[in-house]
Antibody, heavy 122, light 112 residues
Framework: EVQLVESGGGLVQPGGSLRLSCAAS????????MYWVRHAPGKGLVWISR????????DYADSVKGRFTISRDNANNTLYLQMNSLRAEDTAVYYC???????????????WGLGTRVTVSS | QSTLTQPASVSGSPGQSITISCTGT?????????VSWYQHHPGRAPKLMIY???RRPSGVSNRFSGSKSGNTASLTISALQAEDEADYYC????????????FGGGTKLTVL
């Protein structure tokens, strides 16, 4: 059974950093492009980052570019999101998600985790 | 980065059909068939319901169907059930952004 489990969320002060992890099981992480998506309170879902199978191609939404870094450890089946210079508007539930297609991107995700909550507040 | 335009809310009674629209531009919805729809119950993982405009993943009820005309995609849910009450998001490939996927603003479906 495919499972994605996010961790690493919590309360952090503005300007601080957090590193989110997404542990994958039931499939080989190295075979799939992966996403991070966030859901801020009272707002909609937003794609914020994507990484290819090797980690050599990474893309970011303008709202996080230069502050967030997506990476992966295929040997340990884990996806990461390093979040620096956090702002109040980064407060959200963060989900990792698997691209539908194996080996490439189909621009949608078929498996999602339950998310980890990040709160940026002083 | 702009989002696709969805109605904030729709409602219907059990057994009825409803349609949720998702309007974009020729740079996203209108130009490509990479339109997908997600169901999101609060506190749960989003679920892929439709991909490539009108395809259903294995296990998704055939009460859910998708279509597209011009720059507007639509999700139709027939024979509404109480369990369908959720937030629904469309998503599309876009050539306008570095991260080339965008969501709609989401639609809250209420089953009366």
């Amino acid at each position: 059974e495919v499972q994605l489990v996010e961790s690493g969320g919590g309360l952090v002060q503005p300007g601080g950093s957090l590193r989110l992890s997404c542990a994958a099981s039931g499939f080989s992480l190295g075979g799939y492009w992966m996403y991070w998506v966030r859901h801020a309170p009272g707002k909609g879902l937003v794609w914020i980052s994507r990484i290819n199978t090797y980690g050599s191609i990474t893309d970011y939404a303008d709202s996080v570019k230069g502050r967030f870094t997506i990476s992966r450890d295929n040997a340990n089946n884990t996806l990461y999101l390093q979040m620096n210079s956090l702002r109040a508007e980064d407060t959200a539930v963060y989900y990792c998600a698997r691209d539908y297609c194996s080996g490439g991107t189909c621009y949608y995700a078929d498996y999602w985790g339950l998310g980890t909550r990040v709160t940026v507040s002083s | 980065q702009s989002t696709l335009t969805q109605p904030a809310s729709v409602s219907g009674s059990p057994g009825q059909s409803i349609t949720i629209s998702c309007t974009g531009t020729s740079s996203d919805v209108g130009g490509y068939d990479y339109v997908s729809w997600y169901q999101h119950h609060p506190g749960r993982a989003p679920k892929l319901m439709i991909y490539d405009v009108n395809r259903r993943p294995s296990g998704v009820s055939n009460r859910f169907s998708g279509s597209k005309s011009g720059n507007t995609a639509s999700l139709t849910i027939s024979a509404l059930q109480a369990e369908d009450e959720a937030d629904y998001y469309c998503s599309s490939y876009t050539k306008s952004n570095t991260l080339d996927v965008i969501f709609g603003g989401g639609t809250k479906l209420t089953v009366l």
